[in-house]
Each structure stands twice: as C-alpha cells, then as structure tokens.
C-alpha cells in the first residue's frame, strides 16, 4: 500500500514537473501576435478540367496540377499589369464560366456583415488586357453573364451592366435611392437574417435579369454616432426594420436584354410577406420565387413564365413553428428538382417532379442533411452532409437519386467538410476534431486519399509546447432528464482533490451549436484556455433550441426565446456545482450577442448559482431587436406579449447580486447599443451595481484599432478578480 502511495505521489510531482515546462498562453499570443492560427487553403479553385486548380498567393493567381502539386503556370501577376495598377491589392477572383476571363476585386470596403462595395477589373486572360468596371466608383456585386461577354452590378441603388467587348455601360433601373429604393441588391434585414446580398440573377442564356427591387421608404430609420475627432458626432443613418413595424415591400422585376425593357413579374396575392430567393430554374424563360409570409411558418416556391408574366405556385410547406430559409433548391435538367424539408422532424432530401408533386423521399432517419455539396454531370448524385453521434459529429455521403443508396465518403468522427470539382471526380476534404486541427486533403469521389494538401502539422507540434488541455464531450442532463452536450476543459494538471471555480461560455440561439466534435467549435478556444490555465474549469452547454438534433429539440423554444434556455443553463449550472471538485460559490458565464442575452438571463434568474456574468452586445428585450429574427422565433408583440415581458433582461433587473460586466460597441448596427443603455437604465433605477465598457465606432464584433485585446484585458481581469 505504501508502495502504490509512493508511486502515486511521484506521478503526481512528475506531471507537475512535465506541465511547468510548458509555456503559458498569453492575450498579445492571441489578439496580437496571431501565434495559433490555423492554416487553410485560401483562394483554392477547382478548374473545369478536372485535372488542375488555381490558388491565390501574393497578389497571384497560380495554376497548379492537382494529383501532383506541381505549378503549371501563373494565369496572372497582378504587379506586373498597367505599370502596377492592382499590384497588393487584389483580394479575391472570380472565372467567367468559360474560364477565359477574371473578375478582379481590390479596395473594397465593408458596408455591414456581409455587403461591401470594391473596385473590380476584369482580365481577359488571352488578350492579357484590363478593364476597369464602371470607370471611376465603387460597386456592388458583380457577376458574369453565362458567355461571359457582359457583366451585371450594382451602384448607388440601381442595376446595370457593362458590355465587355465594347466598354459601353447600361443602366436599368434609375429610380435607386439611398434608404428609398434599392434594385438587386438587398436591404440592411435581408442581409443580416436571410443573407441575401446579390439580389439579382442573370437567366441560363444571359438574354434577361431578374432582380428583387426593395421599397424601404416606410421603414423606421435608426441612427448611430461616430465619434472622430470633429465638434460633432458624425451620424450614420438607415433603415432597420424593428418588432412589428413595417418592413421594406418587394416587388420582381425582369429585364430583357433584346427589348431593352422592364417587366414587373406577377407572383399572385400578396400581404405583408418576404420574399428572400429567386432563381431560375433552368428554363430559360421560368423564375422560381422563394415566398415567405411574415410569421414564417408558410413557404411557397412560385413559379412565373417570364414571355407570359404568368405564375404557378410549384410546392408549398407550412408549420406549427417556423420554416427555416436555406439554399437546398437544386432544379434539374429533367425539370425534377430536389428540395429539402424537416417534414418529418429531421431534414432530409426529397425529389419533387416539374409539377411539384413528390416523387420520393431521398433519405431518411434520425439524422439531419445540414448541406449539399453539388451534383455530378449526370445528375445522378448529389454529395451531402448530415449531423451523426447526436449531432456532434458531421459525415458526408454520396446519394443516387434513383436508387436512394447512401455510400460514404468521409465518416471518420469529426467533423467532416467538402468541397467538389466541377465533374465530380475529385473532391476536397476538411477534417478536424474537438482536439486536433484541420487537415485538408484531396480524395476521389469515393473518399479515397490521394495525396494531403495541409496537414496543420506545425501548429500541432507548436501547440505541445503550450499548457493545453483536452477538451472532453460529455453530456450534462437536466431537471426534465434531457441530454444537453456539453465540453469540459480542465486544467493541464487537473487535481481531484482541489476545489475549482467554473468559467461556462454560451450562445444557445435556435439551431446554432458550440458542442460538436470540431477544431474550435465554439470560437472562445485560446482564450478558454488560458483561463483553464489559470486554474479554471471550463464548460459550454447546447441548451434545448440549438441545432443538429431534430426538429423537435430546435423548435421547442417556439414563441418563448429564452426560457428552456436559461433553465438547462441553470440546471447545468447546479449539476456542475455538486461535483466534488468544483466550488459551487464560484460559477461564472459570459456570452455575446444572444449568448449576451443568455448570460444575462442567467445572473437574474439564477442569481442564486452564478456569482457573475459577462454580457457583450447583448438583447435585452426582444421588441428592440429586428422583425425577420424576432418575429421568427417569437411573433409579434401583439401576438405574444407576456413570453417577450417574462423573457426580457431588462424586466429583471431588480434580481441582480452578483457581478455584472455589461460590453457594447456604440456603434452597432445589429444588436444596437439602446439595449444596453435601456438595461443600464433599469440597473439604476434599482439601484444595482455594475461594470460597463463601452466602445466609440465599434460595430457588433468590437474589433480594430486595439479594442479586441482591450476587452479581453478587461474580461480576463473581470474573471480572475470576480469568480
């Protein structure tokens, strides 16, 4: 006995000695110095031959052989072109269908989440000669016609498009006007929630567009300051469609090439709806409208024959919850096409004929598609990903469509994620898991190896020099007996028989996930680290109403955002403070954006288990939050007044005991600074104590010019001095 003891204490001190070797993380490692960050492969583009790839790589696009690596030629050296005109500048590319020409963007700027303006050219591989599009702006989302001899954009609200032969520039819509009237491109809610930027489509023969035309004149606007050094603040105005108020109207619209002339298409009755797709569907005259009514629990696919402006609804869905938007819609050269629905409580893929009528359920089971990858030339199968191991994993499948076989490609566990060549020979594989980096890989069409395009092998042996530990899955269970998964990362020389502190990190916002079986799932990794250096326990919980389990789990905190949430938060909360080595008198959380809301809710209505919270960029009551979301997940206010009274932080804030950090950008545009100032004021009026950073012209990611080292500072210090 004595003997064992010995040997037992010796591991001990030798764990210990082997730990203080290792260095560890520090803030300036990760917000500044950039020391952990893993390596992809950027600009990587599969050439229609099959055969070769482009990548860009200092402001040069390079063709590479694709079985061997070896350079083939350099199709373009933008320091070498009209004495140096793109030279460092070049950010991204773009192949004409014919691949005989690129699209060229430089200098952009970024508007909002997803939208910027750039300076684009295009280059004519053969001729070697550039072409500046719109000879003196800035414009927005440029895009190739199918022959490639014309190119589409938008500037200052309206459409156009430049003839690449000749130069010469057409402007199709006229009446654009900023905070009025957009054409083809999207307003400020149907980017942030539908992510529709390019709103606009070029038909199969390039003879018409098709583009949505936004009416946002009866939209409220919403001002934010910036503050630059001037006398006065400088203002930023536009429109952000709130709870219950109006939303931009949107009309379709076709233009046609030949008779130079617009055409309003008719897509039926219409009332207070969206309408977040069109496409077309290959046809050359048919436009698929994606329509959605404003509660989004009805969806139809209309159809309208553009020669004849006549419509037909080709599939309609409804639901007792909600209809979540996705890109699914693949049309087929037989005029069938393949569509994707949680009819049966889990996603999965479903064959529908030209008229809309089923044809067949593609897959099945407890397993949910969460992506198609692409179809082959044949249109015999299509390459998809579906959550496996309870949502934690991601596998990805090869399915014939005719006899609904599933073979694997990649099913290792994971998370697995592709990208596939044009003619469906080879494919791209990114695998990573909870503790290893991403390897990219190229495989066949069966998943088989070829050869490792980058395997992250120096940033795996650099981080065996840091004091990392391993993050577990485990799952936490609660009052009602459901399995929440969840990660645990404990100190590297973690001692059963200490008492820990517990640091829990959250997001919870319906169908999202931090748990899964991925390289830095859950986006916190190097900094949750360094505090389980510090000799904190780390753990996140995918609470009731997060993704990759069903239908049934996601859509349970319908018309009641917030509640189940914070009680599994709560329950996981008290379950980990009964552990024997865990200090129950000291639980933190902290969350940003609905994790924000999140960690808010759970230092009010559970101020009895958590001793403090950080809340950066938070909703603090959901009727200042914006229509497409909020509306969603919740209706309106007149609908469902008492679940937005009971599930709103600012009407708790007499609850407060712990510590409180509330963080926002005065300058956000999404989640707006009124929430914050709104519960700083109820915070007051009850006269609680808090701390609050606040940060000048900084949008919802608090970033640029120092501030995401400055917050962490701040956050970490709050941590080590408050928990």
Not at 35 to 56: A, C, E, H, N, Y
Request: glycine share 6%; with cysteine; proline share 3%.
């Amino acid at each position: 006995m004595k003997h064992r003891f010995a040997i037992a204490i010796f591991g001990l001190f030798w764990i210990q000695f082997l730990t203080a070797q290792l260095k560890e993380i520090t803030l300036e490692d990760i917000y500044e110095k950039g020391s952990f960050v893993t390596k992809g492969i950027p600009g990587f583009q599969f050439m229609k031959d099959d055969q070769t790839f482009v990548r860009l790589q200092n402001s040069k696009i390079i063709q590479f052989y694709l079985l061997s690596g070896e350079e083939k030629k350099t199709i373009l050296d933008a320091s070498l072109i009209e004495n140096g005109l793109i030279k460092d500048k070049l950010e991204s590319f773009e192949f004409s269908s014919d691949e005989k020409k690129l699209l060229l963007k430089t200098e952009s700027e970024g508007i909002y989440r997803y939208s910027s303006r750039a300076t684009y050219y295009v280059y004519d591989i053969e001729s070697e000669k550039l072409q500046r599009i719109h000879p003196s702006n800035k414009v927005m989302y440029p895009s190739f016609n199918p022959s490639g001899d014309k190119l589409a954009f938008i500037f200052e609200n309206n459409l156009y498009f430049q003839d690449l032969k000749h130069g010469d520039v057409t402007q199709i819509t006229h009446d654009g006007k900023k905070n009025f009237i957009i054409n083809g491109a999207s307003d400020w809610v149907y980017e942030e929630e539908f992510t529709l930027t390019k709103a606009y489509e070029w038909s199969p023969s390039g003879n018409d567009i098709a583009y949505l035309r936004f009416d946002e004149s009866r939209v409220k606007e919403f001002t934010l300051e910036y503050y630059k050094n001037d006398a006065y603040p400088e203002p930023y105005t536009f429109k952000y469609p709130k709870v219950g108020e109006e939303n931009s109207q949107l009309t379709v619209w076709n233009y046609s090439l030949k008779k130079k002339k617009t055409t309003q298409l008719d897509i039926g009755p219409r009332e207070d709806d969206y309408l977040p797709r069109i496409k077309w569907t290959g046809k050359e005259d048919e436009l698929c409208i994606t329509w959605i009514n404003r509660d989004q629990n009805q969806l139809k696919l209309i159809v309208n024959t553009v020669t004849n402006n006549k419509f037909k609804t080709l599939l309609e869905e409804k639901s007792n919850y909600y209809i979540d938007l996705h890109d699914n819609l693949h049309f087929l050269a037989n005029h069938n096409f393949i569509w994707t629905s949680e009819a049966s409580g889990y996603n999965q893929v479903y064959l529908y004929g030209p008229d809309g009528r089923l044809i067949n359920m593609l897959t099945e089971g407890n397993e949910e598609l969460t992506e198609i990858y692409g179809m082959d030339q044949s249109q015999q199968h299509i390459i998809f990903q579906k959550a496996v191991n309870n949502g934690l994993d991601r596998a990805v499948y090869k399915l014939n469509l005719d006899t609904k076989q599933l073979s694997p490609i990649a099913t290792v566990p994971g998370f697995n994620n592709v990208q596939v060549s044009p003619g469906f020979k080879y494919i791209i594989l990114m695998h990573s898991e909870i503790n290893t980096p991403p390897v990219y890989s190229l495989v066949n069409s069966e998943g088989k190896l070829i050869r490792v395009l980058e395997s992250n092998q120096t940033l795996s042996e650099k981080l065996r020099s840091y004091k990392l530990s391993n993050v577990e899955i485990n799952s936490i269970f609660n009052k009602h007996g459901d399995p929440l998964n969840s990660l645990i990362i404990k100190p590297v020389d973690f001692n059963p028989a200490k008492k820990y502190p517990i640091f829990m990190f959250l997001y919870g916002g319906p169908g999202s996930q931090q748990v899964m079986n991925r390289w830095n799932s859950f986006g916190q990794y190097y900094w949750l680290q360094m505090l389980a250096q510090k000799d904190y326990i780390i753990c996140i919980v995918d609470n009731r109403g997060t993704g990759g389990r069903g239908e049934a789990f996601k859509k349970m905190t319908y018309l009641q955002l917030g509640k189940l949430e914070t009680e599994d938060q709560i329950d996981a909360a008290k379950y980990l403070s009964e552990l024997p080595y865990v200090d129950g008198s000291r639980i933190g959380i902290f969350g940003w954006s609905y994790g924000g809301y999140m960690s808010s809710l759970c230092i009010l209505k559970g101020n009895e288990v958590f001793k403090s919270a950080i809340a950066v960029a938070p909703v603090t009551n959901w009727k200042w939050y914006d229509s497409i979301y909020t509306e969603r997940y919740m209706k309106r206010t007149k609908d469902n007044a008492k679940a937005y009274e009971e599930n709103s932080p600012v009407n708790f804030a007499d609850r407060l005991k712990g510590n409180y950090l509330l963080v926002h950008g005065l300058a956000d545009d999404n989640v707006h600074f009124q929430n914050t100032a709104e519960m700083a004021n109820a915070l007051i009026k009850n006269k609680k104590q808090f701390d609050t950073y606040f940060y000048p012209n900084r949008n919802h990611g608090i970033s640029g010019q120092n501030a995401r080292i400055h917050l962490y500072t701040k956050m970490t210090s709050f941590v080590l001095e408050k928990i």
